[in-house]
């Protein structure tokens, strides 16, 4: 892959981190259709991986994203994505930071904030449609987990390894 080719993945990215609100979990959709339909750098299964991997390691959640740019083109895949992401957004996040403290009490400012919550969830339903799409031909068990996983973690204060590691276990035993 060409340097070009890098640059353009990393300004696709950088307008992702705009709109990485609530965080990178936001852009997942997004960033498979980058990766996995426009450029063909990973396919479902690998960008599925990526994720978990990603989600599974301690530390931020902003480590998927490097995970997914080191998988789908080694080290400059992960400057791509990773400074893509991160060079606007926090930027932007630091002016925004500084002029939102000096206007608390501004109606613009509250409405904005209230507004985000939607959004957010949207953007995080469509990453979590597209994480379950390599699997939707596995039948009803895989759709119990997913169903399972998901009231569980809503409901409980188990850490997200735990249900990857309940996944895993359901699998060795081959119930999916």
Request: include cysteine; aromatic fraction near 10%; charge should be neutral.
């Given at each position: ?15 992702l981190s705009l709109l990485s609100i609530g965080g990178v979990n936001a852009i997942l959709a997004d960033s498979q259709r980058i ?118 973690s809503a409901r409980s204060k188990l850490p997200p390894l735990a249900w990857l590691g309940l996944g895993a276990a359901g699998g ?5």
């Open positions: 892959m060409s340097w070009g080719e890098l640059a353009a993945v990393a300004g696709q990215f950088a307008l990766l996995v339909l426009q450029r063909g750098w990973l396919d479902e299964a690998g960008f599925a991986q990526a994720v978990a991997l990603g989600q599974a390691a301690p530390g931020p959640n902003i480590m998927v994203v490097g995970v997914l740019g080191w998988m789908a083109a080694g080290p400059a895949g992960l400057l791509a994505c990773l400074g893509g992401v991160l060079l606007p957004s926090t930027l932007l996040v630091w002016r925004y930071a500084r002029w939102a403290e000096a206007n608390r009490q501004h109606p613009l400012l509250q409405a904005f904030q209230r507004g985000c919550a939607p959004l957010v969830l949207g953007l995080s339903l469509s990453g979590a449609w597209v994480l379950v799409q390599p699997y939707t031909q596995a039948g009803w068990p895989a759709w119990a987990l997913v169903a399972g996983v998901a009231l569980g060795v035993f081959g119930l999916w």
